[in-house]
């Protein structure tokens, strides 16, 4: 399984971002899709998750600022991220898992500047 995130970069504060992962290979269901992000020196944290579903689990800084969605026909997890902050800056990392294993991408760079 092979997942590739996309549409990260820099924008400033305010701005918004659409970050994309589709997942691809051999996995029969996914079950959940998320998104991490690790800022330099810091640990990776959980963003939003989203189940099979369609239940949603936000971090309390992103409420109301971000929106996490999914396509099933497509495998493919995204974050829109709007009234984006320099706190935001971190390398952004997606994951989906089948009840038994967990794969990740390959984290795409987000840069907010003030």
């Known amino acids: 399984v092979q997942l590739q995130a996309s549409g990260g970069g820099l924008v400033q504060a305010g701005g918004s971002l659409r970050l994309s992962c589709a997942a691809s290979?051999?996995?029969?269901?996914?079950?959940?899709m998320g998104w991490y992000r690790q800022a330099p020196g810091k640990q990776r944290d959980l963003v939003a998750t989203?189940?099979?579903?369609?239940?949603?689990n936000y971090q309390d800084s992103v409420k109301g600022r971000f929106t996490i969605s999914r396509t099933n026909a497509k495998n493919t997890v995204y974050l829109r991220m709007n009234s984006l902050k320099p706190e935001d800056t971190a390398v952004y990392y997606c994951?989906?898992?089948?009840?038994?294993?967990?794969?990740w991408g390959q984290g795409t760079q987000v840069t907010v500047s003030s």
């Open positions: 989203i189940t099979s579903g369609g239940v949603t």
């Open positions: 290979g051999s996995i029969v269901s996914i079950n959940e």
């Open positions: 994951y989906v898992d089948d009840r038994l294993r967990c794969w």
